[in-house]
């Protein structure tokens, strides 16, 4: 189920800044962290739903990129976004 649009505007807003960057990294890692925490969710209720599984593999290792990317260019950003998204840092 795709995330409603006020609450993907407030991500927007909240993560990019303004309501037009919505490519920047940070809100595309939080518009993902939503979606996965969506999905899991429903395969909590479903164990045999394989292709949703397999959707939120991928979205999983996209974030993980997306992260990855962060943590080289701005550590700072990296930290503070994985502290109010509650995800946890690689060592």
Same mark, same amino acid.
């Given at each position: 189920?795709?995330t409603?649009?006020d609450?993907?505007? $407030?991500?927007?807003k909240?993560?990019?800044?303004?309501?037009?960057n919505?490519?920047s990294?940070?809100?595309?890692?939080?518009?993902?962290?939503?979606?996965?925490?969506?999905?899991?969710?429903?395969?909590k209720?479903h164990?045999?739903?394989?292709?949703?599984?397999?959707?939120?593999?991928?979205?999983?290792?996209?974030?993980?990129?997306?992260?990855?990317?962060?943590?080289?260019t701005n550590? $700072?950003?990296?930290?503070?976004?994985?502290?109010?998204l509650g995800i946890r840092?690689k060592?």
């Open positions: 189920m795709p409603p649009k609450r993907k505007s $407030e991500l927007i909240q993560f990019g800044g303004a309501e037009a919505t490519g990294t940070p809100v595309q890692i939080a518009l993902l962290s939503e979606r996965i925490n969506e999905l899991t969710g429903h395969l209720g164990q045999k739903d394989f292709h949703s599984r397999r959707g939120l593999l991928l979205m999983v290792s996209q974030r993980a990129k997306l992260l990855k990317y962060l943590n080289k550590v $700072e950003l990296y930290r503070k976004l994985t502290e109010q840092q060592l």
